[in-house]
């Protein structure tokens, strides 16, 4: 890389996953880090879509071609730290300056007690809910599971349906189980997949299911699609789809979101999405100008820009409480649930062969899905599996 | 010439007209898949600093044990067995029928060409809707109510179907191809020695095509051993309802791209490729009992 | 009886002919949809409004005119170097003598069989060795040979004439004129299949552009369509639009190419 | 099989080679076709075969109209002239492969099949392929190939050209033998006329897309309705000479006002003595010899006289006396129009 | 340019088909290779050509050693027996590929396709494509564009099989012509023994792997050194008879011990005369009439007589007076040994 000279700016590199109007909305946040100084400068690019930007992060560090800083989900860092290529933040980022971050954001980025990722798109899962179908029903949106699993239950002998999920509940899943006070994998790495209390969480989903009362999406790939034909009280979807949605539904829809359900008296709602991750091969000087561009990132205008243009979680309280975007909430009031969720927002513990448990974890949901089989037995798979995992990555 | 032997010239010679695409294939296709063997059979590797642990059959051994890689193993076999044959003979028969048309030749050429130029999101679309369950053109000519892709038990065969319909104008373009190299005198004489059409087909126009159906078989047996694209699309990034679709290639691509298991993922290469080899060895071998005719000069 | 059978091959083409038209209608239906209509479920209705302007907006999403550009010319090279280094390699094995052909052939063979996401990484990793990422050269060198092109052209010379050859030969052909000025014209159908094929093929290609360049300057077409996909859905009106107009390039090839893929000469009026 | 053409027209592109044809062939008679390279000979027997379908006209097998039928119905047998063995069979197999279309059982047609390529004498090739044959092989191959099947209409496109001389006067005579033998329709194309004297029972002369002439070999060669056949019918070739050039040394009389018609007038090598026979003579001819030529048995004399140069086969071979006159004998020679015709004929008409 | 043979074996999987051969053809020298089809004459060719390599043995042009010289090189032409041509090349394009190959430029190179297409007949064809062709044309264009590179050495494989008589004779006199013209060394495949005869300087006779005989036609026929030479020159074939049945009929000397040793006796059929000439007889044989044949101006008469049917070509055609006995000349007449070997040749040793 070269040197900084005092006339050349320090340039840095930033590979990321966003596309179409996301882009955009980057693009120009960059473009104004650019414009505030001239020591600095952000040159992003897109890589495709995560799945390609992921290739192509792997390609790299296996050549040693890779940017400054990555779009990448917190959950590869732990693959990234055994492969030697990712940095900590925290000699460049002092706590201070993430101080006003949600915890969320930050519990699970640290691995080993280094903060390695950056939380930059986020997002929670909520409740969609039919409007007219709930009035229709006299029904009201329910705080509860079991409410809502009782409601499927009502509405069935009309023909509706009551919840659509995504074409995997596992995020639900895990909520559910989060729920419960022990989580799937807990920091310490005790699986918990079959436990009674797991296994009867399980059951809330599997019962909904079997009974008809809820369905996934399948190949739809989205619940959305059921959900718009108006037949289905309620869908478990990401508040990321929300501008999507919003811009596909039919005419006559009304609908609105609300926070997932509670249960056994306690909320929780995982929150998905990307974060940013530094790399070794960066020069001291552009680590710098990445820690630069994170603390811009960080500051209110852009959080509230970031935020309002993409329907993502704004990362600081500050930012939420910013007189803007409270009455951008107003204005979009779909967009509160996600926000109202994050109080109780919790993400996953980042584990070496995470994404190996993941991709075990949307086998059982989808054998309880499509083969229906019996929690126990697919929880019991997934739990001497993720064991095997976590045993044969410690 | 006719009864020539090789020699040093003459090999020097043809390693010349050779020379370009060996080393093209040499560097882009014989290193990596060096390398890939030798990954196969690295413990406790690390992919990204290139330590190796050490030597031995743990991949192969894991791949041994693991009930997904033996699904996958099965649903590529059942895949490969289920597409090839009927790609081949459908391929065939469409080129026959294209090939004898009097008019409007070229507009059907054109139409069973689409699907390759066609992409793949728009096809799988399509194919969602057709496979729908309730909305489904399938569904509603059939008068069944099966949810082909969200169904293990039809999700396969509905892959099998896509799989067959998409490759076809590929196929037909190279029968196309080489009907149009068969000489038509050999058509009259059969015809004059009283062979019907059918008797035309099977006891002429096959043994004549041969070249051409080896060819169409063989790149059908490794396009379909290593089919991928079309799983990833038609089920939305899955591999179908509870694995039902889980192919060898699809294995591979979870286990390196998603799983970061690298070696693994280069075992499963090795054990794809000994299998492509055998089966297209076999076909190979079936053929070449059959056109043998060339004479050894040339074959 | 002739035209009952002629009528009835009309018939099982036409319905094979409906399916193959089949998605083709949708996209371009679909393109023309108002904006993520189509997220409601895969069905062919038509649009409420037609919208033209779909295609102008997917235009102007991303950099397409210089990925039309790119394309062309990556697709244009690698098409003609394919078939050269096929057309050469075909012709050894079917003409030349040399010791090892059979285990060449064969083991060339072999390697079709390599599956291409194994070959993604290494050869990743074999242009940044070589300082090629983000040059033309790695979107085009890699392609420059295709073992199932020369597979295609050596089972079609191997039906050439051989006395054709003897006589070239004698007629003062060397090798390399009689295989350019004889055999590659005697078989312009089989050639131009082939191309048709890799122009596809190439023009398709969507991976290895995108690893291999990190900027919009290098990259083709088929990268462009990533923009109206995301981590929450697919803008499928725009994306068709825009696949449209990717693939229509090669329906004009296509038909373009059509009357050579049957040769028009050898086929001229049965003869005694 | 009765063949009839009538009116039949082919037209390739730009070319019309059959023009309005008219002939019949009867139930088992043997047709030689003659005629010059490109005259359409081969043209016609794709027609008959199905192969080909007429511009205009209609051709009917005893009495039906075949025109449009396929090929396969037509009862036809034919030698292609470049044979079109399938390269894919092996000698044995080609020779079979009429009857596996016929499905006779395995046996019984590779029974058959020996013993038509005994016929033909291929029987030690029974296992190569077309590839590995010489031309003369793969011509008997076709041969056997088209005789086994035992057709209703047997079309021969020079089915012995390719074979020495031996070989094409025995499988010569063993086709008009199981010609006569089973009473086949047969069209032979041959560019021998020796064959076509000696095996036909009637000779064709196709050229310029029509029927020059039908008839007996005998009838063609002493009677030639045109100048294109007497020039076209015989070795040596007929002498032809400018009508006002010989007048003056013909002394016997032949109907002026013919002579007056006439623009060339022929003479047969044979015709041109050296001695007179106790045949008609029409006058004599100085002469100086230029060249003897034997051939096997046979001689020709190149000979100069003040009408040109002229062939003649009758002067014996000359050991010291060298001829000065040859006397020209009025049968073997003919008057022909300037469009061709004959106008006057030394055989018929003297 | 002389060719020289020196002891070429030539094996193909199974078959010996050229045994040991050794022969050389002059600088300038017209040789027709003779032989029954699957002689081998074709093989001979491409060994020639450098298309075979032999087995065994050595070529030598001019002296030198080019068996494994590459056929471009050798400056040789060939007319294949199956022609050849480029498909996808109009005539004229075929006619002018050698001289392509020879960077002769356009112009020039079509201006000289064009002559010889003038040459051969088939300037009214120049842009069709060989399919388009009829078997006599193609063969044309085949000569023609061998004709055209004037080659030092040219190798002909049956070039007139396909050809009317007319052209025929047209043709062969013209590569006469040319030959004598350019003085190139030639060799000439035919199965017609009339064109060998007609324009060969030299005659050789390929059979069962082996040069039977070589020499000038009437040498061939009247001196055959063998009994397969015998049969196989000459039409209509020679008569065989076993000695023993002929030997009482013989009166006049033929050496004992020649007629001790001898198997067969062959008859030419001149050699069998309705009159005696000046030529010695050997003897009279009583026949009866069978058949009588009229071919253009030759007749052949089919005779029976003690010792089996034999044929005649010197019996008048008869009209009331049948002949019954016929004299046995001595040329003509041969003895051959079990081997077949000629033992005694009677215009040579009577
Ligand atoms: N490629 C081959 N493999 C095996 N045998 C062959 C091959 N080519 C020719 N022969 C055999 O060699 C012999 C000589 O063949 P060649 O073609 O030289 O004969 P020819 O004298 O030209 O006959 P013809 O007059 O019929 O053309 C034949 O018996 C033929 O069957
Ligand atoms: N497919 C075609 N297209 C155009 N012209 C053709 C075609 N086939 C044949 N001809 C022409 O038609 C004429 C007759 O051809 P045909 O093959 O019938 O002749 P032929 O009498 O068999 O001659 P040969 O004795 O040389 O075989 C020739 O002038 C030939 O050039
Ligand atoms: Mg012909
Ligand atoms: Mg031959």
């Given at each position: 890389q070269s040197h900084a000279t005092t006339t050349k700016p320090v340039t840095i590199t930033f590979w990321h996953g966003m596309t179409d109007q996301h882009q955009v909305t980057l693009n120009h946040l960059i473009s104004q880090f650019n414009h505030s100084q001239t020591r600095y400068k952000v040159v992003a690019s897109g890589q495709g879509n995560f799945a390609n930007l992921q290739q192509k992060i792997t390609a790299a560090a296996k050549s040693q071609t890779l940017p400054t800083i990555a779009q990448t989900a917190y959950t590869n860092v732990p693959t990234y730290v055994q492969g030697g290529f990712v940095t900590p933040l925290t000699p460049y980022l002092k706590t201070s300056d993430l101080k006003?971050?949600?915890p969320v954001f930050l519990d699970s980025a640290s691995y080993r007690g280094k903060t390695y990722a950056f939380p930059f798109s986020k997002s929670a899962r909520v409740l969609f809910y039919n409007r007219k179908l709930l009035a229709q029903t006299g029904?009201?949106?329910?705080?509860?599971w079991s409410e809502l699993a009782q409601d499927g239950e009502k509405v069935q002998v009309q023909g509706l349906t009551g919840v659509a999920f995504d074409q995997s509940f596992m995020s639900e899943l895990d909520d559910l189980i989060q729920q419960t006070g022990?989580?799937?994998?807990?920091?310490?790495?005790?699986?918990?997949?079959?436990?009674q209390s797991a296994l009867r969480a399980t059951h809330v989903i599997t019962d909904m299911l079997n009974a008809k009362t809820a369905t996934t999406a399948g190949t739809d790939g989205y619940g959305s699609t059921q959900f718009f034909a108006g037949k289905t009280l309620f869908y478990c979807g990401s508040s990321a789809a929300i501008p999507i949605v919003q811009a596909s539904a039919p005419k006559g829809l009304k609908w609105g979101t609300a926070p997932l359900p509670s249960y056994r008296g306690r909320h929780a709602t995982s929150i998905a999405g990307n974060d940013l991750v530094l790399f070794k091969s960066a020069s001291t000087a552009q680590r710098k100008v990445a820690a630069a561009f994170m603390k811009f990132m960080l500051a209110k205008p852009q959080t509230t820009y970031w935020a309002q243009k993409t329907?993502?979680?704004?990362?600081?309280k500050a930012a939420q409480k910013d007189a803007n975007y409270q009455h951008y909430l107003a204005q979009h009031p779909t967009a509160k649930a996600a926000n109202q969720s994050l109080p109780f927002g919790f993400q996953d513990v980042a584990f070496l062969g995470y994404p190996q448990y993941l991709v075990a974890l949307s086998q059982a949901t989808d054998k309880m899905a499509?083969?229906?089989?019996?929690p126990k037995k697919a929880m019991g798979t997934l739990q001497t599996q993720t064991e095997k995992i976590i045993q044969q990555n410690r | 010439m006719l009864n020539a032997k090789p020699t040093l010239k003459s090999t020097l010679i043809a390693l010349l007209y050779l020379a370009p695409l060996l080393l093209i294939v040499g560097v882009f296709t014989l290193w990596p898949l060096i390398t890939t063997f030798l990954m196969s059979g690295y413990?406790?590797?690390?992919?990204?600093?290139?330590?190796?642990?050490g030597l031995g059959m743990v991949n192969f051994q894991f791949l041994w044990h693991d009930p997904d890689f033996h699904l996958a193993l099965r649903n590529t076999l059942f895949f490969v067995i289920g597409v090839v044959p009927a790609t081949v003979f459908l391929a065939l028969g469409a080129a026959l029928l294209l090939n004898r048309l009097p008019q409007l030749a070229t507009f059907f050429r054109t139409v069973y060409f689409l699907p390759f130029v066609t992409s793949t999101v728009a096809i799988s679309l399509v194919w969602n809707w057709l496979f729908?369950?309730?909305?489904?053109l399938l569904n509603a000519l059939l008068r069944t109510h099966v949810d082909w892709l969200n169904d293990p038990h039809y999700a396969l065969g509905a892959l099998i179907i896509v799989c067959i319909w998409q490759n076809l104008g590929f196929n037909i373009i190279l029968f196309l191809a080489g009907l149009n190299h068969l000489d038509p005198r050999y058509q009259a004489a059969a015809n004059l020695d009283g062979a019907s059409t059918w008797q035309r087909l099977t006891n002429v126009t096959w043994p004549l095509l041969t070249p051409m159906t080896v060819l169409i078989t063989v790149n059908a047996i490794i396009t379909n051993f290593k089919v991928f694209n079309q799983i990833y699309a038609l089920f939305h990034g899955t591999a179908?309802?509870?694995?039902?679709?889980?192919?060898l290639m699809y294995y591979l691509y979870q286990k390196f791209y998603?799983?970061?298991?690298y070696p693994v993922a280069a075992a499963c290469g090795v054990v794809l490729f000994g299998l492509i080899l055998l089966i297209t060895g076999l076909a190979a071998l079936y053929f070449h009992r059959h056109a043998w005719w060339r004479g050894g000069q040339r074959g | 009886m002739k035209s009952v059978k002629l009528s009835l091959t009309y018939l099982v083409l036409t319905l094979g002919a409906l399916t193959m038209l089949l998605p083709f209608v949708w996209m371009l239906v679909t393109s023309l949809?108002?904006?993520?209509?189509?997220f409601t479920g895969p069905q062919l209705r038509l649009p409420?409004?037609?919208?033209?302007l779909n295609y102008p907006r997917a235009w102007h999403a991303a950099p397409f005119a210089r990925y039309c550009l790119n394309s062309l010319v990556v697709t244009l090279t690698t098409t003609v170097g394919q078939l050269v280094t096929s057309i050469l390699a075909a012709f050894a094995f079917t003409h030349l003598r040399f010791y090892g052909r059979r285990i060449l052939f064969n083991g060339l063979i072999a390697l079709?069989?390599?599956?291409g996401e194994l070959l993604l990484i290494p050869n990743f990793i074999t242009m940044t060795r070589l300082h090629w990422v983000d040059t033309y050269a790695a979107l085009i060198i890699p392609w420059l040979a295709s073992i199932f092109a020369m597979f295609t052209l050596r089972q079609a010379f191997n039906t050439a004439s051989a006395t054709t050859y003897y006589a070239a030969r004698l007629d003062g052909a060397s090798n390399w004129q009689y295989l350019w000025q004889i055999l590659v014209p005697a078989n312009r159908p089989t050639i131009t299949a082939v191309a048709v094929l890799q122009i596809i093929g190439s023009w398709n290609a969507f991976m290895w552009p995108l690893i291999i360049t990190?900027?919009?300057?290098?990259?083709?077409l088929p990268v462009g369509l990533?923009?109206?996909?995301s981590e929450t859905g697919t803008d499928y009106p725009l994306l068709m639009a825009a696949t449209v107009f990717v693939i229509f390039p090669l329906l004009i090839l296509y038909l373009f190419l059509q009357k050579y893929l049957i040769a028009g000469i050898t086929r001229a009026n049965l003869k005694g | 099989m009765q063949v009839q053409f009538t009116d039949i027209t082919l037209r390739y592109a730009q070319q019309?080679?059959?023009?309005r044809l008219n002939f019949t062939v009867q139930d088992g008679e043997l047709v030689a076709l003659l005629g010059p390279?490109?005259?359409g000979k081969t043209t016609l027997l794709n027609l008959l075969a199905g192969l080909l379908t007429p511009s205009a006209g209609h051709l009917l097998f005893n009495g039906t109209d075949?025109?449009?039928?396929d090929p396969r119905h037509r009862h036809v047998g034919m030698v292609f002239q470049d044979y079109?063995?399938?390269?894919?069979?092996s000698v044995l197999d080609n020779i079979a492969f009429p009857l596996k279309m016929a499905h006779v059982n395995r046996a019984t047609r590779y029974a058959q099949a020996q013993k038509y390529a005994q016929l033909v004498h291929v029987d030690d090739q029974?296992?190569?392929?077309?590839?590995?044959?010489?031309g003369g092989q793969q011509q008997r191959v076709a041969l056997a190939r088209t005789l086994?099947?035992?057709?209703a209409l047997l079309l021969l496109?020079?089915?012995?050209?390719?074979?020495?001389a031996a070989l094409r006067l025995e499988l010569r005579d063993e086709i008009r033998r199981i010609q006569r033998l089973t009473g086949v329709t047969t069209l032979l194309v041959t560019h021998d006329q020796d064959d076509a004297l000696r095996i036909a029972d009637r000779i064709i002369v196709l050229a310029n897309g029509r029927i020059q002439q039908s008839g007996t070999g005998a009838a063609l060669y002493r009677?030639?309705?045109?100048q294109f056949v007497a020039q076209f019918i015989g070795t040596p070739p007929i002498n032809l000479i400018d009508v006002a050039a010989i007048r003056p040394f013909?002394?016997?009389?032949?109907?002026p006002e013919r002579l007056q018609q006439a623009a060339t007038f022929g003479i047969r090598?044979?015709?041109?003595?050296?001695t007179t026979t106790n045949q008609p003579i029409l006058g004599q001819l100085p002469i100086t010899l230029e060249r003897q030529l034997q051939i096997g048995r046979d001689q020709q004399t190149l000979v100069h006289s003040p009408i040109g140069r002229l062939i003649s086969?009758?002067?014996?071979?000359?050991?010291t006396q060298s001829p000065t006159t040859l006397f020209l004998q009025a049968a073997g020679s003919f008057l022909f129009a300037?469009?061709?015709?004959?106008?006057?004929?030394g055989d018929a008409d003297a």
């Amino acid at each position: 890389q070269s040197h900084a000279t005092t006339t050349k700016p320090v340039t840095i590199t930033f590979w990321h996953g966003m596309t179409d109007q996301h882009q955009v909305t980057l693009n120009h946040l960059i473009s104004q880090f650019n414009h505030s100084q001239t020591r600095y400068k952000v040159v992003a690019s897109g890589q495709g879509n995560f799945a390609n930007l992921q290739q192509k992060i792997t390609a790299a560090a296996k050549s040693q071609t890779l940017p400054t800083i990555a779009q990448t989900a917190y959950t590869n860092v732990p693959t990234y730290v055994q492969g030697g290529f990712v940095t900590p933040l925290t000699p460049y980022l002092k706590t201070s300056d993430l101080k006003d971050v949600y915890p969320v954001f930050l519990d699970s980025a640290s691995y080993r007690g280094k903060t390695y990722a950056f939380p930059f798109s986020k997002s929670a899962r909520v409740l969609f809910y039919n409007r007219k179908l709930l009035a229709q029903t006299g029904l009201r949106i329910p705080k509860t599971w079991s409410e809502l699993a009782q409601d499927g239950e009502k509405v069935q002998v009309q023909g509706l349906t009551g919840v659509a999920f995504d074409q995997s509940f596992m995020s639900e899943l895990d909520d559910l189980i989060q729920q419960t006070g022990t989580p799937l994998v807990s920091d310490k790495l005790k699986v918990n997949a079959n436990s009674q209390s797991a296994l009867r969480a399980t059951h809330v989903i599997t019962d909904m299911l079997n009974a008809k009362t809820a369905t996934t999406a399948g190949t739809d790939g989205y619940g959305s699609t059921q959900f718009f034909a108006g037949k289905t009280l309620f869908y478990c979807g990401s508040s990321a789809a929300i501008p999507i949605v919003q811009a596909s539904a039919p005419k006559g829809l009304k609908w609105g979101t609300a926070p997932l359900p509670s249960y056994r008296g306690r909320h929780a709602t995982s929150i998905a999405g990307n974060d940013l991750v530094l790399f070794k091969s960066a020069s001291t000087a552009q680590r710098k100008v990445a820690a630069a561009f994170m603390k811009f990132m960080l500051a209110k205008p852009q959080t509230t820009y970031w935020a309002q243009k993409t329907g993502y979680l704004p990362l600081t309280k500050a930012a939420q409480k910013d007189a803007n975007y409270q009455h951008y909430l107003a204005q979009h009031p779909t967009a509160k649930a996600a926000n109202q969720s994050l109080p109780f927002g919790f993400q996953d513990v980042a584990f070496l062969g995470y994404p190996q448990y993941l991709v075990a974890l949307s086998q059982a949901t989808d054998k309880m899905a499509s083969q229906h089989q019996s929690p126990k037995k697919a929880m019991g798979t997934l739990q001497t599996q993720t064991e095997k995992i976590i045993q044969q990555n410690r | 010439m006719l009864n020539a032997k090789p020699t040093l010239k003459s090999t020097l010679i043809a390693l010349l007209y050779l020379a370009p695409l060996l080393l093209i294939v040499g560097v882009f296709t014989l290193w990596p898949l060096i390398t890939t063997f030798l990954m196969s059979g690295y413990t406790h590797y690390n992919y990204f600093t290139n330590h190796v642990g050490g030597l031995g059959m743990v991949n192969f051994q894991f791949l041994w044990h693991d009930p997904d890689f033996h699904l996958a193993l099965r649903n590529t076999l059942f895949f490969v067995i289920g597409v090839v044959p009927a790609t081949v003979f459908l391929a065939l028969g469409a080129a026959l029928l294209l090939n004898r048309l009097p008019q409007l030749a070229t507009f059907f050429r054109t139409v069973y060409f689409l699907p390759f130029v066609t992409s793949t999101v728009a096809i799988s679309l399509v194919w969602n809707w057709l496979f729908h369950r309730d909305n489904g053109l399938l569904n509603a000519l059939l008068r069944t109510h099966v949810d082909w892709l969200n169904d293990p038990h039809y999700a396969l065969g509905a892959l099998i179907i896509v799989c067959i319909w998409q490759n076809l104008g590929f196929n037909i373009i190279l029968f196309l191809a080489g009907l149009n190299h068969l000489d038509p005198r050999y058509q009259a004489a059969a015809n004059l020695d009283g062979a019907s059409t059918w008797q035309r087909l099977t006891n002429v126009t096959w043994p004549l095509l041969t070249p051409m159906t080896v060819l169409i078989t063989v790149n059908a047996i490794i396009t379909n051993f290593k089919v991928f694209n079309q799983i990833y699309a038609l089920f939305h990034g899955t591999a179908g309802p509870a694995n039902a679709d889980i192919t060898l290639m699809y294995y591979l691509y979870q286990k390196f791209y998603v799983e970061n298991q690298y070696p693994v993922a280069a075992a499963c290469g090795v054990v794809l490729f000994g299998l492509i080899l055998l089966i297209t060895g076999l076909a190979a071998l079936y053929f070449h009992r059959h056109a043998w005719w060339r004479g050894g000069q040339r074959g | 009886m002739k035209s009952v059978k002629l009528s009835l091959t009309y018939l099982v083409l036409t319905l094979g002919a409906l399916t193959m038209l089949l998605p083709f209608v949708w996209m371009l239906v679909t393109s023309l949809q108002p904006a993520a209509t189509t997220f409601t479920g895969p069905q062919l209705r038509l649009p409420p409004a037609w919208q033209w302007l779909n295609y102008p907006r997917a235009w102007h999403a991303a950099p397409f005119a210089r990925y039309c550009l790119n394309s062309l010319v990556v697709t244009l090279t690698t098409t003609v170097g394919q078939l050269v280094t096929s057309i050469l390699a075909a012709f050894a094995f079917t003409h030349l003598r040399f010791y090892g052909r059979r285990i060449l052939f064969n083991g060339l063979i072999a390697l079709m069989m390599v599956p291409g996401e194994l070959l993604l990484i290494p050869n990743f990793i074999t242009m940044t060795r070589l300082h090629w990422v983000d040059t033309y050269a790695a979107l085009i060198i890699p392609w420059l040979a295709s073992i199932f092109a020369m597979f295609t052209l050596r089972q079609a010379f191997n039906t050439a004439s051989a006395t054709t050859y003897y006589a070239a030969r004698l007629d003062g052909a060397s090798n390399w004129q009689y295989l350019w000025q004889i055999l590659v014209p005697a078989n312009r159908p089989t050639i131009t299949a082939v191309a048709v094929l890799q122009i596809i093929g190439s023009w398709n290609a969507f991976m290895w552009p995108l690893i291999i360049t990190n900027f919009p300057r290098l990259r083709t077409l088929p990268v462009g369509l990533v923009t109206f996909t995301s981590e929450t859905g697919t803008d499928y009106p725009l994306l068709m639009a825009a696949t449209v107009f990717v693939i229509f390039p090669l329906l004009i090839l296509y038909l373009f190419l059509q009357k050579y893929l049957i040769a028009g000469i050898t086929r001229a009026n049965l003869k005694g | 099989m009765q063949v009839q053409f009538t009116d039949i027209t082919l037209r390739y592109a730009q070319q019309t080679v059959l023009d309005r044809l008219n002939f019949t062939v009867q139930d088992g008679e043997l047709v030689a076709l003659l005629g010059p390279s490109g005259s359409g000979k081969t043209t016609l027997l794709n027609l008959l075969a199905g192969l080909l379908t007429p511009s205009a006209g209609h051709l009917l097998f005893n009495g039906t109209d075949v025109t449009h039928q396929d090929p396969r119905h037509r009862h036809v047998g034919m030698v292609f002239q470049d044979y079109a063995l399938y390269p894919h069979l092996s000698v044995l197999d080609n020779i079979a492969f009429p009857l596996k279309m016929a499905h006779v059982n395995r046996a019984t047609r590779y029974a058959q099949a020996q013993k038509y390529a005994q016929l033909v004498h291929v029987d030690d090739q029974l296992t190569k392929f077309p590839r590995a044959l010489s031309g003369g092989q793969q011509q008997r191959v076709a041969l056997a190939r088209t005789l086994i099947k035992q057709p209703a209409l047997l079309l021969l496109d020079e089915p012995l050209s390719n074979l020495d001389a031996a070989l094409r006067l025995e499988l010569r005579d063993e086709i008009r033998r199981i010609q006569r033998l089973t009473g086949v329709t047969t069209l032979l194309v041959t560019h021998d006329q020796d064959d076509a004297l000696r095996i036909a029972d009637r000779i064709i002369v196709l050229a310029n897309g029509r029927i020059q002439q039908s008839g007996t070999g005998a009838a063609l060669y002493r009677h030639p309705q045109n100048q294109f056949v007497a020039q076209f019918i015989g070795t040596p070739p007929i002498n032809l000479i400018d009508v006002a050039a010989i007048r003056p040394f013909i002394h016997a009389e032949i109907p002026p006002e013919r002579l007056q018609q006439a623009a060339t007038f022929g003479i047969r090598s044979e015709a041109l003595t050296f001695t007179t026979t106790n045949q008609p003579i029409l006058g004599q001819l100085p002469i100086t010899l230029e060249r003897q030529l034997q051939i096997g048995r046979d001689q020709q004399t190149l000979v100069h006289s003040p009408i040109g140069r002229l062939i003649s086969s009758q002067v014996p071979l000359t050991g010291t006396q060298s001829p000065t006159t040859l006397f020209l004998q009025a049968a073997g020679s003919f008057l022909f129009a300037a469009d061709g015709r004959c106008l006057w004929d030394g055989d018929a008409d003297a």
